[in-house]
Structure formats: structure tokens, C-alpha cells
């Protein structure tokens, strides 16, 4: 597989219409336009715990639909496709926190998913963005 694989910060400012960086918007294009343009299902988990935030202004904007619903429709909308989670993506995502110094299960998910996959990750994490900086051969990105 290859293609390009959204964090869960790039897919809710697609869907809110927030400001993407130029690239982004090019790569997120080119791959809809490719039918190569994935969502982790760790991105599910993530914006539901978000979800769960207690003070309101750190939840992210779902437009009042519950989580789950809110992640199904963005898939549509964005026209993306599911990124399979298998045994490979498991066990090498529980070899990211060594290499990333970070155990956020998302973001080794993320991670892990790209790599494996080949896909290109669409993020605005400076964590990651240093990662793939100091490890190219390991991931690719698009700051957006």
C-alpha cells in the first residue's frame, strides 16, 4: 500500500475547514484524487477520548454528534479509506516509544501505520515532524 495517512489533528481541521498548510492541501488532493488517502482507526480513539476532555474548550469541535458518528461521516466527507490495523502495525508500534522517545499510544499507532504501510503522514506534530527529520528513511511527512 502507499498513499497518505491523515493524523487525527489533520482530520478534523479538513473537516472544520481550518487552515492547512499549501502542501498539505496538495498531497491530501493528489491522494483523494488517487483514492489513496487513508484514516487510522486510531484517529477514532483519539477524538473520542478528546471527546471526553471535562473542561469543554479542549474538546474538539464535532459539530454535537457523538465521536464515533462524527469520525464515520469525516471518512466519507474526506473520501478516505480505513488503514488496515494488523499484527505488523501492533508489534511495530510497540517498538516506537525506544525510537521516539514517547509511548502516546496514538502517536506510535500513527507511527507505525505510516511506516509499515508506506504511507505519507499528514501532520502539524512538531514531536513527529523532528522524528521523521532525524529518522527519513523511517517516515515520511507534509507539515501542514
Request: glycine residues 6%; positive net charge.
Amino acid at each position: 500500500m502507499s498513499g497518505t495517512l491523515l493524523d487525527s489533528h489533520s482530520l478534523l481541521w479538513s473537516i472544520n475547514d481550518l487552515a492547512l498548510s499549501h502542501s498539505a492541501l496538495l498531497a491530501i488532493g493528489s491522494a483523494q484524487e488517487s483514492r489513496s488517502l487513508y484514516v487510522s482507526p486510531i484517529s477514532a480513539w483519539e477524538i473520542g477520548v478528546a471527546a471526553g476532555k471535562k473542561q469543554p474548550a479542549h474538546r474538539p469541535p464535532l459539530g454535537g454528534l457523538p465521536p464515533d458518528m462524527w469520525f464515520r461521516n469525516a471518512v466519507i466527507q474526506m473520501k478516505a479509506k480505513l488503514a488496515r490495523f494488523t499484527v505488523d502495525i501492533a508489534s511495530e508500534s510497540a517498538r516506537i516509544p525506544s525510537l521516539y522517545s514517547s509511548g502516546d499510544p496514538g502517536d506510535c499507532f500513527l507511527l507505525a501505520t505510516a511506516h509499515v504501510e508506506k504511507l505519507t503522514l499528514i501532520t502539524r506534530d512538531h514531536r513527529i515532524l523532528k522524528f521523521a527529520k532525524k529518522h527519513p528513511h523511517y517516515i515520511s511527512v507534509v507539515a501542514c
